[in-house]
Nanobody, 129 residues
């Protein structure tokens, strides 16, 4: 089973951009579909988007389309998330999650009785206005 470590969070001004990374160790990274999620204070964790094992396809939640881009580099065991035009409402802890099944990654925060195999511990992003 892989372990996941997120990095790249911090304090950013509104309008700026940020790249988050999630690096895997201890397992076969390329056998996992990956997802990025976030959880704001007092709110439930929500899906931002997901990427297939090969990186050939991505899926994004409607609420974040056009400002978030997910990519992966299997040679580096890393999945990335680029966030553009940051807004104060993007302030949250950002998590990556991994599962061999893409559908599980996509629905894990949709109320279905599923959970991804591995979660990272999160990286905090704070956007100042």
């Amino acid at each position: 089973q892989v372990q996941l470590v997120e990095s790249g969070g911090g304090l950013v001004q509104a309008g700026g951009s940020l790249r988050l990374s999630c690096t895997a160790s201890g397992g076969a990274f390329s056998t996992y579909a990956m997802g990025w999620f976030r959880q704001a204070l007092g709110k439930e964790r929500e899906l931002i988007g997901a990427i297939t094992k090969s990186g050939g396809s991505t899926y994004y939640a409607d609420s974040v389309k056009d400002r978030f881009t997910i990519s992966r580099d299997n040679a580096k065991n890393t999945v990335y998330q680029r966030i553009y035009n940051l807004r104060p409402e993007d302030t949250a802890v950002y998590y990556c999650g991994a599962d061999p099944v893409l559908h599980t990654v996509v629905v894990v925060t949709a109320g279905e009785d599923k959970d991804v195999e591995v979660w990272g511990h999160g990286t905090r992003v704070t956007v100042s206005s």
